[in-house]
């Protein structure tokens, strides 16, 4: 599977809430950034992707734009749901991530820290 591939399913193995996939294509020891921020471990992702989808209705992935690199990928999509005040999440968000023999090592996250305000609240 080329990498390209694997963001593919990663995302959709997030948006779908299915652990055993995330767990299936990331290293029991991977660490993802958001904004340069603390790194969270995978047992830490995927609480904070049960969290969210708790709060967030319809929560998807969409627009996806992503290419393969050498050492990874680098995906820019849309974060897209609806708010429990019934306001519309949509983020811009860039990811870039490295992968080593098939499975997601690093994940780097970039969005608008302003538009995820409504999502912080709901989190919180």
Same mark, same amino acid.
């Given at each position: 599977m080329d990498?390209?591939?694997?963001?593919?399913?990663?995302?959709?193995?997030?948006?779908?809430?299915d652990e055993a996939a995330v767990r299936h294509l990331c290293a029991p020891d991977m660490r993802?950034?958001?904004?340069?921020?603390?790194?969270?471990?995978?047992e830490t992702l995927l609480r904070f992707n049960?969290?969210?989808?708790?709060?967030? #209705?319809? *929560?998807?992935? +969409?627009? %996806? $734009?992503r290419s393969?690199?050498? #050492?990874? *990928?680098?995906? +820019?999509? %849309? $974060?897209?749901?609806?708010?429990?005040?019934?306001?519309?999440l949509e983020l811009a968000v860039c990811v870039v991530a490295s992968v080593k023999d098939g499975r997601v090592t690093d994940v780097r996250e970039y969005l608008d820290?302003?538009?995820?305000?409504?999502?912080a609240a709901a989190l919180a």
């Open positions: 990498n390209a591939e694997i963001a593919k399913q990663l995302f959709a193995a997030l948006a779908g809430q993802v950034r958001q904004n340069n921020g603390r790194p969270m471990s995978l049960a969290a969210v989808g708790r709060v967030v #209705t319809d *929560f998807r992935y +969409e627009d %996806a $734009v393969a690199t050498a #050492t990874g *990928f680098v995906e +820019e999509h %849309a $974060v897209r749901g609806t708010l429990p005040d019934g306001k519309a820290s302003a538009a995820s305000a409504g999502l």
